[in-house]
């Protein structure tokens, strides 16, 4: 009789446990192809002369919803695309806060930077020579991706159910800086140990398991731009194929891919298919021995969201006179950016001398401290914030919410080149950061943080 008795209450013990773990989160995920159907004008690189030629795989939005136990909700959507612009993000925040009462602070666009996606909305604009049925096709579908992420983040905050979350790290290797190191030489400096420059090997890993231990979704980041591939066929370069190997191998279960602080750092070897297969696989891998080696965390406790907009200040502004003068100048991106900024003046008046940089923050209960950046964010920072917060409960995506140019340390500033302020053209901009660039960034980051709350590690 005694026996029968511990028996039950250990399974009433089970069970009311197993109850309390699934009810700690509700996890809802969707996703949608916007995949072009007919040519059209591909984002990333100058030198193209064509329209895209067809697809390699399918380009997808996708949207996580994450609900804690008191109902806190963020939802990450994830895109395959190189970059996003200010006004489209805003437009697509402000919709989902009219549709679900959710803030900026609980919206992340995250950008995973393929340099094989479709030209969106006026992000990177002036450095292509757009014909006016190109232009018309580039704004037909950003209207169709804007509303395909509408309808990824209703279904997915529809479909939230009970499950787990965890988190790991694992590491890849595949990217190097591409300011230290000459990249026709890596495989040999590499053999010889002699690689240059900082770099993040980090995979940070999250895991959501519905509450019969099925998984339902992996999310991971690695610092590295997309750019294996430079041909005219869309795909979402090494980060595509590492969703594809690990959808393959977890077919239950949907993947998030978000760039980290890799405005610096290439993967090397780069330049065909099989490479980018190659990398794609090398991350998939590090995926894979975090989801499968037993070493995650689950996480428990709450979600906290903040965010928030800090000026981001430039270097001495050109007058106008100097705009007029350089809209006629045979470099062909100097004055389309002098032409887009004298349009800008026109309707709007002086040129602004700050910047509104976009910064979120989510702790994800007990688990990581998750910073969202916008930029093309060099990998300093990411060693920086991770070196004073906890290297290994801190992660820091980049290319999130507003990819309006590369955001350089003060070191990389000082180098000049063009993470240090060269790229500025082609994103229309008037000119270099000011010198401040990185205390300003990490101000707007410490108040975020503060703006979190104190469990911050």
Same mark, same amino acid.
């Given at each position: ?372 950046? @916008? !930029?093309?964010?060099? #990998?300093? %920072? /990411? ?6 917060? &906890?290297? $290994?409960?801190?992660? =820091? +995506? ?21 993470? @240090? !302020?060269?790229?500025? #053209?082609? %994103? /229309? ?6 010198? &401040?660039? $990185?205390?300003?960034? =990490? +101000? ?14």
């Amino acid at each position: 009789m005694r026996d029968r008795f511990v028996l039950a209450f250990f399974v009433i013990w089970i069970a009311t446990h197993d109850i309390h773990a699934a009810e700690g989160w509700k996890i809802g995920v969707a996703r949608r192809d916007v995949t072009p159907t007919e040519p059209i004008w591909m984002a990333g690189y100058s030198a193209r002369t064509a329209p895209s030629e067809g697809a390699v795989h399918p380009l997808w939005v996708r949207a996580l919803a994450i609900e804690d136990e008191k109902g806190s909700t963020g939802v990450l959507v994830t895109l395959d695309v190189c970059g996003i612009d200010r006004e489209l993000s805003l437009r697509i925040r402000h919709q989902i806060e009219a549709d679900h009462a959710l803030g900026s602070e609980r919206v992340v666009l995250a950008c995973s930077h393929t340099h094989c996606g479709p030209v969106l909305g006026h992000n990177l604009i002036t450095m292509y020579p757009l014909d006016e049925p190109q232009r018309e096709r580039i704004t037909a579908y950003t209207r169709h991706l804007e509303a395909a992420v509408g309808d990824a983040v209703d279904e997915a905050l529809k479909n939230r159910t009970e499950g787990t979350l965890s988190w790991g790290l694992g590491r890849a290797n595949f990217g190097v800086n591409r300011r230290n190191n000459d990249q026709t030489r890596v495989p040999e400096l590499r053999e010889a140990l002699a690689l240059a420059g900082p770099n993040d090997p980090d995979v940070p890993v999250l895991v959501a398991r519905t509450a019969t231990g099925d998984l339902q979704a992996i999310v991971f980041g690695y610092a590295c731009h997309g750019t294996t591939l430079s041909f005219q066929q869309l795909c979402n370069d090494y980060a595509g194929f590492a969703q594809v190997d690990l959808e393959a191998a977890y077919p239950q279960s949907m993947t998030f891919f978000w760039a980290g602080c890799g405005g610096d750092q290439n993967p090397l070897p780069r330049g065909t298919i099989e490479l980018a297969k190659q990398h794609g696989g090398e991350l998939a891998a590090a995926v894979r021995s975090v989801v499968d080696g037993g070493g995650t965390k689950e996480i428990s406790g709450a979600l906290r969201c903040a965010y928030g907009e800090s000026p981001l200040t430039f270097d001495t502004l050109p007058e106008k006179s100097h705009w007029e003068a350089t809209a006629q100048s045979d470099n062909v991106y100097e004055a389309n950016r002098a032409k887009a900024l004298l349009a800008r003046i026109d309707a709007d008046g002086p040129l602004s001398p700050t910047y509104p940089y976009p910064v979120a923050a989510w702790q994800l209960g007990d688990g990581p401290l998750w910073i969202f950046l @916008g !930029g093309e964010v060099v #990998v300093d %920072y /990411a060693l920086r914030l991770k070196r004073n917060l &906890s290297n $290994e409960r801190t992660w =820091i +995506a980049a290319y999130c919410n507003d990819v309006m140019a590369y955001i350089p340390t003060r070191r990389v500033w000082d180098e000049g080149g063009y993470e @240090g !302020g060269g790229a500025m #053209v082609y %994103y /229309a901009q008037p000119t270099r950061w000011s010198e &401040s660039v $990185e205390s300003e960034v =990490i +101000a707007a980051v410490k108040t975020v943080l503060k703006n979190l709350g104190s469990a911050t590690p």
